[in-house]
């Protein structure tokens, strides 16, 4: 267990519609990133927050969001959803920027 | 940008017999480079990391990477291989400040 919680685990909704990812960073950490993991993608950076700011924008599309909160939880918001979509999306963190992230178990999104 | 390139997608090895997974990597800059493992339908696990100082890191499960600058390269390997091992390996570099960047994955089959 490596102590980041991501909810929901599973996430089936149809094209055209919105959802919102959860995650709950390891106790203490600052920093908190998002990533999409796709057969033909890989693993691919979204975006990292810190201590409530934006850090740094990977290949995160426009109708992508996302923000940290005060309690370090951080949501990512994804919206007028398509087919392609359809990945893993993690949840990381760590203490410090420039250290070794810790991931959580994912939430595996499906669009219909 | 730094990026990484894993040279092999999938590598088939007996149980018992020894594996090199390789990864090189490119930057301009130092840079922080990690392995992590993702065993099926789970997250991604922190294998072993090089910050700085010894070359030869040692991590978890019997495994170890040997960063090499002049090679920009940072192979895994492991003398012994078990079935257990089996799992999608990638291989991630950052610089200070900045998020994890991904390998495409090595797939690690072991077979009796």
């Known amino acids: 267990d490596s102590g980041v919680t991501q909810t929901p685990k599973h996430l089936i909704t149809a094209t055209g519609q919105r959802v919102t990812l959860r995650c709950s960073p390891r106790s203490g950490d600052l920093s908190v990133y998002w990533y999409q993991q796709s057969l033909d993608q890989g693993l691919q950076f979204l975006i990292h927050?810190?201590?409530?700011?934006?850090?740094a924008k990977g290949n995160i599309l426009e109708r992508f969001s996302a923000q940290q909160f005060p309690d370090l939880h951080s949501e990512l918001n994804l919206s007028s959803l398509e087919l392609g979509d359809s990945a893993l999306y993690f949840c990381?963190?760590?203490?410090?920027?420039?250290?070794?992230?810790?991931f959580g178990q994912g939430t595996r999104l499906t669009v219909v | 940008a730094q990026s990484v390139t894993q040279l092999d997608s999938q590598v088939p090895v007996f149980e018992e017999a020894p594996v090199e997974l390789r990864c090189n990597y490119s930057?301009?800059?130092?840079?922080?480079l990690f392995w992590y493992v993702q065993y099926p339908n789970q997250g991604l696990q922190l294998l072993l990391k090089y910050l700085s100082g010894s070359t030869l890191v040692k991590g978890i499960n019997g495994f170890e990477a040997e960063f090499n600058k002049s090679q920009t390269s940072f192979h895994l390997r492991k003398p012994s291989v078990h079935i257990s091992d089996t799992a999608e390996y990638f291989c991630a570099v950052s610089r200070s400040g900045y998020a994890l960047n991904f390998g495409k994955g090595t797939s690690l089959l072991v077979t009796p």
């Open positions: 927050y810190y201590n409530g700011e934006e850090r």
């Open positions: 990381a963190s760590s203490p410090l920027p420039d250290t070794e992230a810790f």
């Open positions: 930057s301009s800059v130092s840079v922080y």
